[in-house]
C-alpha cells in the first residue's frame, strides 16, 4: 500500500496494543482540540447519581460525562420495581440541573427501542436520528435536548 511519499503497512491484530492505541487517541485529541479551538481542553466531569433503597443498595443510577458544554447521559437504569413512580424523572433532572450549573447548554443520549425512548421524550427530549437497520426491528434512537 503506497500513501502519498510514505510506504505503510496494514496490519491486523487482535493482541492489545495499549501504546499503539494510546498514540492515536492521542494524535486524535490533539487534532479535535486544534479544530474545535481548545474547547476541548476544557474538563469535562463526570456526573453519576444513584437510586438507593433503604438498605443502601444501588437500585438505579444515572451515569453521565460533560465535555464541550454538553452533558452526554451514558448509562441510566432503574429496577423495575421502582419504576413509574418519579424516580427516573427525578434522576435525570437532577443530572441535567447540575449540568446547567456547570455550563452546559445541551444534553443528548441514544436509547433502543426496547428501552425508553417514550420516557426521553415524555422529559424534552427530541429525536434526531434514527438507526433501524439492527435485527428483529430492534431501533435505536438519538435524541437531544436544551438545557
Known amino acids: 500500500m503506497n500513501s502519498s511519499n510514505h510506504n505503510v503497512e496494514l496490519q491486523i491484530v487482535h493482541e492489545d496494543h495499549e501504546e499503539d492505541y494510546k498514540a492515536v487517541c ?11 479551538n481548545g474547547l476541548l481542553k476544557k474538563t469535562g466531569k463526570s456526573i453519576n447519581l444513584f437510586l438507593r433503597d433503604k438498605t443502601g443498595k444501588a437500585i438505579g443510577g444515572i451515569f453521565c460525562a460533560t465535555y464541550c ?5 451514558d448509562n441510566f437504569w432503574i429496577d423495575e420495581e421502582y419504576r413509574n413512580n418519579g424516580n427516573g424523572k427525578s434522576l435525570i433532572l437532577q443530572a441535567e440541573s447540575i449540568a446547567s ?9 441514544s436509547t433502543f427501542s426496547y428501552q425508553a425512548p417514550e420516557f ?3 422529559m424534552g427530549y427530541e429525536v434526531f436520528g434514527i438507526l433501524d437497520e439492527y435485527p428483529e426491528g430492534i431501533v435505536q434512537y438519538f435524541l437531544k435536548k436544551r438545557l
Request: hydrophobic content about 25%; overall charge negative; proline content about 0%.
Open 26 to 36: 492521542n494524535h486524535l485529541y490533539n487534532y479535535n482540540v486544534s479544530e474545535t
Open 69 to 73: 458544554d454538553t452533558l452526554y447521559i
Open 120 to 122: 426521553y421524550q415524555k
Open 101 to 109: 450549573d456547570m455550563g452546559c447548554k445541551l444534553a443528548h443520549t
